[in-house]
């Protein structure tokens, strides 16, 4: 196969665990298994990471993004950078009772940044 297809996933894989090239990369920890239904190694991949098929004279199979091709991903970041910005917004817009109400949950209590972070 000459030429990859719009769609196919650009990126070397496994991906790292600190991928960050491809601004609408989901990773996720793909546990796989045998015939036998036993564990194999684990590796790093993305949510929207899906087999897809082409044709060139034989059957090629490709690591294909479901998003679509580099545009439409580019079109889904915009999106989603335009959604968090109205969102602060929103939260900006209200009085800091409302703002703390949405974010405080967000903050860990003492005991549970002890816990985490052994005692600093």
């Known amino acids: 196969m000459g030429q990859l297809p719009d769609d196919a996933c650009p990126y070397p894989r496994p991906f790292p665990e600190d ?3 491809c601004p609408v990369y989901d990773g996720i920890q793909f546990e796989p298994t045998n015939m036998a ?6 590796v790093r991949t993305c949510r929207h990471l899906v087999i897809g098929y082409a044709m060139d004279g034989i059957e090629h199979r ?4 479901r998003l679509g091709n580099g545009a439409a991903r580019l079109r ?4 989603r950078i335009l959604s968090s910005a109205s969102r602060t917004e929103e939260l900006l817009t209200h009085g800091p009772g409302d703002v703390a109400e949405h974010v405080l949950h967000l903050i860990p209590q003492d005991d549970q940044y002890h816990d985490h972070h052994d005692g600093y």
Not at 76 to 79: D, G, P, Q, Y
């Open 37 to 42: 239904d036993q564990p194999m190694a684990s």
């Open 62 to 65: 490709y690591g294909r993004c």
């Open 19 to 21: 991928f960050t090239e």
């Open 76 to 79: 889904l970041m915009k999106a």
